[in-house]
Protein backbone atom coordinates (compact mmCIF):
# COMPACT_ATOMS: atom_id res chain seq x y z
CA UNK A 1 0.00 0.00 0.00
CA UNK A 2 1.12 3.70 -0.26
CA UNK A 3 1.98 5.67 2.54
CA UNK A 4 2.40 9.34 3.41
CA UNK A 5 4.18 11.01 5.74
CA UNK A 6 4.06 14.01 7.47
CA UNK A 7 5.65 15.34 10.08
CA UNK A 8 3.48 15.37 13.48
CA UNK A 9 3.99 18.85 14.34
CA UNK A 10 5.13 21.91 12.64
CA UNK A 11 5.68 25.25 14.75
CA UNK A 12 6.07 29.00 13.14
CA UNK A 13 6.44 32.75 14.37
CA UNK A 14 3.20 34.61 13.54
CA UNK A 15 4.62 36.50 10.35
CA UNK A 16 6.72 34.01 9.39
CA UNK A 17 6.76 30.93 7.32
CA UNK A 18 5.86 27.16 7.55
CA UNK A 19 6.50 24.50 5.41
CA UNK A 20 4.72 21.04 5.80
CA UNK A 21 6.45 18.41 3.89
CA UNK A 22 4.74 15.00 2.54
CA UNK A 23 6.82 11.97 1.97
CA UNK A 24 6.32 9.10 -0.55
CA UNK A 25 6.98 7.10 -3.27
CA UNK A 26 7.86 8.69 -6.60
CA UNK A 27 5.09 11.26 -5.15
CA UNK A 28 5.99 13.80 -7.53
CA UNK A 29 4.43 11.71 -10.30
CA UNK A 30 1.22 11.93 -8.50
CA UNK A 31 -1.35 15.07 -8.06
CA UNK A 32 -1.19 16.41 -4.24
CA UNK A 33 -3.98 17.92 -2.70
CA UNK A 34 -3.87 19.66 0.23
CA UNK A 35 -6.43 20.41 3.07
CA UNK A 36 -6.72 22.47 6.41
CA UNK A 37 -8.53 21.05 9.18
CA UNK A 38 -9.40 23.75 11.82
CA UNK A 39 -10.18 22.35 15.80
CA UNK A 40 -13.96 20.89 15.81
CA UNK A 41 -14.70 21.85 11.97
CA UNK A 42 -14.37 19.60 8.43
CA UNK A 43 -11.32 19.95 6.39
CA UNK A 44 -11.38 22.67 3.68
CA UNK A 45 -9.24 22.24 0.51
CA UNK A 46 -6.30 24.58 0.04
CA UNK A 47 -4.42 23.31 -2.51
CA UNK A 48 -5.28 20.78 -5.07
CA UNK A 49 -3.03 19.41 -7.98
CA UNK A 50 0.27 19.85 -6.37
CA UNK A 51 0.14 24.28 -6.21
CA UNK A 52 -3.24 25.69 -7.34
CA UNK A 53 -5.16 27.73 -4.52
CA UNK A 54 -8.97 26.79 -4.81
CA UNK A 55 -11.48 30.85 -4.77
CA UNK A 56 -11.30 31.87 -1.84
CA UNK A 57 -7.62 30.45 -0.08
CA UNK A 58 -5.39 33.51 0.43
CA UNK A 59 -1.94 33.44 -1.44
CA UNK A 60 -0.47 33.00 1.31
CA UNK A 61 -0.68 29.30 0.55
CA UNK A 62 1.48 27.77 -2.04
CA UNK A 63 2.09 24.16 -3.07
CA UNK A 64 5.23 22.30 -4.67
CA UNK A 65 5.51 18.62 -5.87
CA UNK A 66 8.77 17.00 -6.98
CA UNK A 67 10.77 13.17 -6.52
CA UNK A 68 9.60 12.20 -3.24
CA UNK A 69 8.19 14.79 -1.02
CA UNK A 70 5.57 17.66 -1.73
CA UNK A 71 5.31 20.52 0.27
CA UNK A 72 2.49 23.27 1.51
CA UNK A 73 3.78 26.68 2.42
CA UNK A 74 2.17 29.60 4.39
CA UNK A 75 4.04 32.63 4.34
CA UNK A 76 3.11 35.40 6.67
CA UNK A 77 1.36 33.07 9.05
CA UNK A 78 -1.31 34.42 10.74
CA UNK A 79 -3.30 32.92 14.39
CA UNK A 80 -5.94 31.66 11.97
CA UNK A 81 -3.57 29.02 9.90
CA UNK A 82 -3.10 27.23 13.11
CA UNK A 83 -5.02 24.40 11.87
CA UNK A 84 -4.03 20.52 11.36
CA UNK A 85 -3.09 20.01 7.51
CA UNK A 86 -3.42 16.63 5.48
CA UNK A 87 -2.26 16.26 2.22
CA UNK A 88 -3.97 13.45 0.00
CA UNK A 89 -3.21 11.51 -3.45
CA UNK A 90 -4.89 9.28 -5.61
CA UNK A 91 -4.10 6.84 -8.02
CA UNK A 92 -6.00 3.69 -9.75
CA UNK A 93 -4.16 0.96 -7.69
CA UNK A 94 -4.32 2.38 -4.17
CA UNK A 95 -7.20 4.69 -4.33
CA UNK A 96 -7.81 7.57 -2.06
CA UNK A 97 -4.50 7.86 0.59
CA UNK A 98 -4.49 10.85 3.31
CA UNK A 99 -1.22 12.31 4.96
CA UNK A 100 -0.33 11.32 8.83
CA UNK A 101 -1.15 14.59 9.17
CA UNK A 102 0.57 17.72 11.18
CA UNK A 103 -0.46 20.25 13.65
CA UNK A 104 0.35 24.04 12.67
CA UNK A 105 1.38 26.16 15.76
CA UNK A 106 1.28 29.79 15.45
CA UNK A 107 4.14 30.96 18.06
CA UNK B 1 -21.86 27.12 -4.23
CA UNK B 2 -22.96 23.25 -3.27
CA UNK B 3 -23.59 22.57 0.15
CA UNK B 4 -23.66 19.17 2.09
CA UNK B 5 -25.07 17.97 5.18
CA UNK B 6 -24.52 14.73 6.90
CA UNK B 7 -27.74 13.10 9.08
CA UNK B 8 -28.12 9.69 10.77
CA UNK B 9 -28.35 8.31 14.61
CA UNK B 10 -25.30 9.21 16.48
CA UNK B 11 -25.54 6.36 18.69
CA UNK B 12 -25.23 2.92 17.21
CA UNK B 13 -25.16 -0.14 19.05
CA UNK B 14 -22.22 -2.94 18.64
CA UNK B 15 -23.42 -5.78 15.80
CA UNK B 16 -25.30 -3.07 14.10
CA UNK B 17 -25.55 -0.85 11.24
CA UNK B 18 -24.12 2.46 10.73
CA UNK B 19 -26.72 4.45 8.17
CA UNK B 20 -26.28 7.81 7.48
CA UNK B 21 -27.47 10.21 4.60
CA UNK B 22 -25.88 13.06 2.55
CA UNK B 23 -27.81 15.96 1.33
CA UNK B 24 -26.59 17.80 -1.40
CA UNK B 25 -27.65 21.17 -2.24
CA UNK B 26 -26.91 24.55 -4.13
CA UNK B 27 -26.05 21.97 -6.94
CA UNK B 28 -27.37 18.37 -8.45
CA UNK B 29 -25.81 15.15 -7.85
CA UNK B 30 -26.34 14.38 -11.08
CA UNK B 31 -23.17 15.63 -12.61
CA UNK B 32 -19.65 14.45 -13.73
CA UNK B 33 -18.63 14.22 -9.44
CA UNK B 34 -17.84 11.35 -7.82
CA UNK B 35 -19.41 11.65 -4.02
CA UNK B 36 -17.40 9.85 -1.37
CA UNK B 37 -17.83 9.41 2.49
CA UNK B 38 -14.89 10.00 4.43
CA UNK B 39 -14.56 9.05 8.04
CA UNK B 40 -12.02 10.25 11.24
CA UNK B 41 -12.08 8.40 14.62
CA UNK B 42 -11.60 11.06 17.51
CA UNK B 43 -8.09 12.70 18.05
CA UNK B 44 -7.09 10.79 14.34
CA UNK B 45 -6.54 11.27 10.95
CA UNK B 46 -8.46 10.75 7.84
CA UNK B 47 -9.43 7.57 6.01
CA UNK B 48 -11.65 7.06 2.58
CA UNK B 49 -14.63 5.04 3.01
CA UNK B 50 -15.95 5.27 -0.32
CA UNK B 51 -17.42 7.07 -3.48
CA UNK B 52 -20.80 6.71 -5.54
CA UNK B 53 -21.25 8.09 -9.28
CA UNK B 54 -24.78 9.74 -9.99
CA UNK B 55 -25.04 6.30 -12.33
CA UNK B 56 -24.98 4.16 -9.15
CA UNK B 57 -20.76 3.16 -10.07
CA UNK B 58 -18.96 2.58 -6.77
CA UNK B 59 -15.87 2.16 -4.97
CA UNK B 60 -14.98 1.03 -1.67
CA UNK B 61 -11.80 1.11 0.29
CA UNK B 62 -10.75 -2.41 0.58
CA UNK B 63 -10.20 -2.80 4.28
CA UNK B 64 -14.03 -1.79 4.38
CA UNK B 65 -15.51 -2.93 1.92
CA UNK B 66 -17.36 -5.83 2.97
CA UNK B 67 -19.07 -4.26 5.19
CA UNK B 68 -19.89 -1.00 3.21
CA UNK B 69 -23.33 0.07 0.74
CA UNK B 70 -22.97 3.50 -0.77
CA UNK B 71 -25.98 4.43 -2.56
CA UNK B 72 -27.85 7.34 -4.39
CA UNK B 73 -30.92 8.50 -4.77
CA UNK B 74 -31.34 11.62 -7.61
CA UNK B 75 -34.98 12.41 -7.02
CA UNK B 76 -34.03 13.31 -3.24
CA UNK B 77 -30.01 14.53 -4.69
CA UNK B 78 -28.76 12.79 -1.93
CA UNK B 79 -26.63 9.39 -1.22
CA UNK B 80 -26.48 7.31 1.59
CA UNK B 81 -23.83 5.09 3.82
CA UNK B 82 -24.38 1.62 5.33
CA UNK B 83 -21.74 0.09 7.49
CA UNK B 84 -22.29 -3.27 8.82
CA UNK B 85 -21.11 -5.04 11.37
CA UNK B 86 -19.86 -2.31 13.71
CA UNK B 87 -17.72 -1.58 16.17
CA UNK B 88 -15.89 0.59 19.12
CA UNK B 89 -13.27 1.05 16.64
CA UNK B 90 -15.78 2.51 13.78
CA UNK B 91 -16.41 5.63 16.23
CA UNK B 92 -15.61 8.56 14.39
CA UNK B 93 -16.89 11.89 13.02
CA UNK B 94 -18.15 11.06 9.20
CA UNK B 95 -17.90 13.19 6.53
CA UNK B 96 -19.64 13.46 2.83
CA UNK B 97 -17.66 14.86 0.27
CA UNK B 98 -17.79 15.87 -3.49
CA UNK B 99 -14.98 14.64 -5.36
CA UNK B 100 -13.66 16.62 -8.11
CA UNK B 101 -11.58 14.39 -10.87
CA UNK B 102 -10.23 14.80 -14.07
CA UNK B 103 -7.06 14.17 -16.01
CA UNK B 104 -3.90 16.40 -17.45
CA UNK B 105 -1.61 15.48 -19.87
CA UNK B 106 0.83 16.72 -17.36
CA UNK B 107 0.44 15.11 -14.43
CA UNK B 108 -2.12 12.15 -14.84
CA UNK B 109 -5.37 11.81 -13.15
CA UNK B 110 -6.25 13.40 -9.93
CA UNK B 111 -9.15 13.25 -7.47
CA UNK B 112 -9.60 15.37 -4.59
CA UNK B 113 -12.35 16.51 -2.30
CA UNK B 114 -13.73 20.20 -3.13
CA UNK B 115 -16.80 20.30 -0.61
CA UNK B 116 -17.10 18.53 2.34
CA UNK B 117 -20.13 18.40 4.50
CA UNK B 118 -20.22 19.40 8.18
CA UNK B 119 -19.66 16.29 9.39
CA UNK B 120 -21.38 14.07 12.01
CA UNK B 121 -20.30 11.96 15.11
CA UNK B 122 -21.38 8.47 14.99
CA UNK B 123 -20.59 6.82 18.05
CA UNK B 124 -20.47 2.38 18.39
CA UNK B 125 -21.76 1.83 21.96
CA UNK B 126 -24.29 -0.19 23.63
Known amino acids: SYELTQPLSVSVALGQTARITCGGNNIGSKNVHWYQQRPGQAPVLVIYRDSNRPSGIPERFSGSNSGNTATLTISRAQAGDEADYYC??????????FGTGTKVTVL | QVQLQESGPGLVKPSGTLSLTCAVS?????????WSWVRQPPGKGLEWIGE???????NYNPSLKSRVTISVDKSKNQFSLKLSSVTAADTAVYYCARVSWGYYHSSGYFRGFDYWGQGTLVTVSS
Open chain 2, 52 to 58: IYHSGST
Open chain 1, 88 to 97: QVWDSSTSYV
Open chain 2, 26 to 34: GGSINTSNW
